[in-house]
């Protein structure tokens, strides 16, 4: 009868190992499961914002193309209505000055205000020949930024790069927050310039809605924040060459800066501390894979809480010369 016990007990000790092991061996799939299915969601969040980037820059390059033409003509024309213009500004000065003017035209000459109307037309023509300058440029900013990318990467201008995403962004900091430039002499890189401008997009809205928090935290208006030199909300954006062959991007903001617990999670996808419906967690994400997967670079998030935050990116200007690294490292492993 003890035998019976002690082998029944030991049949129930190895049943509840195996069941143990069955229930460890169900957890980890159903861990591996839940890992894949996250993968999933965030190749299809990746997809879903490719694919509505492609259909803005297709929309884009259409209306951007009924735009330039229209404006081509304002602009085109304004230097001829500013000569004909001064030809007739030179007309009524002569007529003036040669023939005494009767009492009717006199009367005239004064409703319409002719001396304010000589005095104000040039200054509307130059403002309209500012305002289609302003719109030639925003035409050319966006067809820049939203341009689709060819299979094959390009030589860009990065500087200018930076320019196009500031002046998409333009309205969310002019006269709130101060753009320090500091550009440094950059050769052509090597890029997809439009996935590089998405790079910038995320990065500068970022610093801005800190920039914008902090404000709002500490309950200060646009003038008492003026009237403050250390309190004033500045964005600084600096590039350099780096060695021989590649080049760095420093987007610095004074915010409220990040704790470091958040700061280790930064670039994880579907994290964000924004309220629901205002960030989705998957710029810094996209951003990390664009610079470190498509372009072979680095970025690195810099924080004080506080004082501020600071991104660094840093690209290859040639993406040759990253392959044959590869190649080569391929070959010796």
Same mark, same amino acid.
């Given at each position: ?8 007990? @030991?049949? $129930? !000790?190895?049943? *509840?190992?195996?069941?143990? +092991? ?7 799939? #159903? =861990? ?67 023939? @005494?003017? $009767? !009492?009717?035209? *006199?009367?005239?000459?004064? +409703? ?7 005095? #104000? =037309? ?88 800190? =920039? ?32 021989a062959d590649r080049i760095s991007i420093s987007i610095s903001d004074n915010g409220l800066g990040i704790n470091p617990e958040v700061k ?70």
């Amino acid at each position: 009868m003890d035998e019976l016990t002690k082998h029944l007990e @030991q049949r $129930n !000790a190895e049943l *509840e190992q195996k069941v143990a +092991e069955l229930s460890r061996q169900v957890q980890r799939k #159903d =861990l591996r499961l839940k890992e894949a299915m996250t993968q999933m969601k965030q190749m299809q969040e990746h997809l879903v914002q490719m694919e509505k980037m492609s259909m803005l820059g297709q929309m884009v390059a259409g209306i951007s193309h009924e735009i330039n033409n229209p404006i081509n003509f304002i602009y085109g024309n304004l230097p001829y209505v500013e000569e004909h213009i001064e030809a007739l500004l030179k007309v009524i000065d002569v007529y003036q000055s040669a023939y @005494q003017i $009767n !009492a009717a035209v *006199e009367d005239v000459l004064l +409703e319409v205000e002719l001396d304010y109307v000589l005095e #104000d =037309l040039p200054r509307i023509v130059e403002s309209m020949k500012l305002g289609a300058e302003r719109i030639r440029e925003l035409v050319l900013n966006l067809r820049n930024f939203y341009r689709l990318d060819e299979c094959q990467m390009k030589e860009a201008d990065i500087n200018s790069g930076i320019e196009s995403t500031l002046v998409m962004l333009h309205n969310r900091y002019k006269q709130k927050i101060e753009i320090v430039r500091q550009y440094g002499e950059l050769p052509p890189v090597e890029c997809h310039i439009n996935q590089l401008s998405q790079v910038f997009m995320n990065l500068l809205s970022n610093a801005i809605d800190a =920039l914008l928090a902090k404000e709002a935290k500490n309950g200060q208006s646009d003038e008492e924040i003026a009237a403050g030199a250390s309190n004033k909300k500045q964005i600084a954006i600096a590039t350099q060459l780096v060695g021989a062959d590649r080049i760095s991007i420093s987007i610095s903001d004074n915010g409220l800066g990040i704790n470091p617990e958040v700061k280790t999670r930064v670039f994880e996808p579907f994290f964000t501390t924004k309220p629901i419906g205002v960030g989705t967690g998957l710029g810094l994400s996209i951003s990390h894979q664009i610079v470190t997967e498509t372009h072979g670079g680095n970025i690195y998030c810099f924080s004080t809480l506080g004082e501020g935050t600071t991104f660094i990116v840093e690209l290859p200007v040639y993406q040759s010369n990253r392959r044959e690294a590869e190649e080569r490292s391929l070959i010796i492993n």
